[in-house]
T-cell receptor, first 115, second 109 residues
Framework: EAQVTQNPRYLITVTGKKLTVTCSQN?????MSWYRQDPGLGLRQIYY???????DKGDVPEGYKVSRKEKRNFPLILESPSPNQTSLYFCASSLSGYSYNSPLHFGNGTRLTVT | QKEVEQNSGPLSVPEGAIASLNCTYSDRGSQSFFWYRQYSGKSPELIMF????GDKEDGRFTAQLNKASQYVSLLIRDSQPSDSATYLCAVNDFNKFYFGSGTKLNVKP
């Protein structure tokens, strides 16, 4: 089954404790990206990657890191989480970031709470 | 800052009626436009996308795009209670995707 898999689904952590949220897709998609969703603010793009070893900042990259060493994986790293990073996070992929007809396919989400 | 605007709702329609959801965007260079449905606590699911001016139909759904007015809409015909969800408008603009904050739709039996 074609899918984007995120882990974990729920995560509670404390301020300053490094964490990684994994994302993997099995559709051979070139483009992958991370979003956070907060009430009233909608989905905001954190980082995106056009292909292996190519990443770029979205609208809210502060406090996050990403890497794209393999085409299928795009982990999100919070090196020193803070309470304002408490949010619902989604990983998504698409065939191409350029193409007109390449919609995003979303993972199931990770609900992160930082205390 | 590129913006995608949606009325937050809730938009309430009776079962069987047409629901009309609207979205405006700020950047004339935007290339393609997407409608997603999101149930509470779940991930967004693609309904349809459009990139040419005019209408595009898929079953009970019709997307309408007017690039001159920077406006995109989604019509849902014969609305069902199962259509009750938040509908997100998204815009693709040179490798980045921008989302509206969504319109909540309630379809009353």
């Amino acid at each position: 089954e074609a899918q984007v898999t995120q882990n974990p689904r729920y995560l509670i952590t404390v301020t300053g404790k490094k964490l990684t949220v994994t994302c993997s897709q099995n559709m051979n998609h070139e483009y992958m990206s991370w979003y956070r969703q907060d009430p009233g603010l909608g989905l905001r793009q954190i980082y995106y990657s056009m292909n292996v070893e190519v990443t770029d900042k979205g609208d809210v990259p502060e406090g996050y890191k990403v890497s794209r060493k393999e085409k299928r994986n795009f982990p999100l790293i919070l090196e020193s989480p803070s309470p304002n990073q408490t949010s619902l996070y989604f990983c998504a992929s698409s065939l191409s970031g350029y193409s007109y007809n390449s919609p995003l396919h979303f993972g199931n989400g990770t609900r992160l709470t930082v205390t | 800052q590129k913006e995608v605007e949606q009325n937050s709702g809730p938009l309430s329609v009776p079962e069987g009626a047409i629901a009309s959801l609207n979205c405006t965007y700020s950047d004339r260079g935007s290339q393609s436009f997407f409608w997603y449905r999101q149930y509470s606590g779940k991930s967004p699911e693609l309904i349809m996308f459009i990139y040419s001016n005019g209408d595009k139909e898929d079953g009970r759904f019709t997307a309408q795009l007017n690039k001159a007015s920077q406006y995109v809409s989604l019509l849902i015909r014969d609305s069902q209670p199962s259509d009750s969800a938040t509908y997100l408008c998204a815009v693709n603009d040179f490798n980045k995707f921008y989302f509206g904050s969504g319109t909540k739709l309630n379809v009353k039996p």
